[in-house]
């Protein structure tokens, strides 16, 4: 800690991971973002620890649910129609 604050670097003295959603320094800096859960409850996490002009990134989309992007991923991936119906129907993928 002692190195990091000489060299001007942020940190925090996390040793566990649960102990970020606490930490004063990451709350009290806007640190934390909030998502939405598949369930409707909103919890907190740790946003990127950088900024860009000035600015901290926040959240950009909700945790997405179960098979929600899998169609979009695996077509980028190089899967066809096909395949991706085929591991849909044999139960190895879940695509909404």
């Known amino acids: 800690m002692e190195l990091c604050e000489q060299a001007g670097l942020p940190f925090s003295p996390i040793q566990r991971p649960?102990?970020?959603?606490e930490d004063i320094?990451?709350?009290?800096?806007?640190?934390?973002?909030?998502?939405?859960l598949e369930n409707g409850k909103q919890v907190k996490v740790?946003?990127?620890?950088?900024t860009?002009?000035?600015?901290?990134?926040?959240?950009?989309?909700?945790?997405?649910?179960?098979?929600?992007?899998?169609f979009e991923v695996l077509?980028?991936?190089g899967y066809d129609q096909v395949k991706i119906k085929e591991l849909t129907d044999s139960q190895v993928i879940k695509s909404n």
Do not use: I, K, Y
């Open 25 to 36: 320094h990451l709350n009290e800096s806007g640190g934390m973002g909030n998502v939405v």
């Open 46 to 50: 740790p946003l990127l620890p950088f």
């Open 18 to 21: 649960e102990d970020l959603f």
């Open 52 to 70: 860009m002009n000035g600015q901290r990134f926040g959240v950009r989309e909700n945790v997405p649910e179960v098979g929600e992007n899998t």
């Open 75 to 77: 077509t980028s991936l």
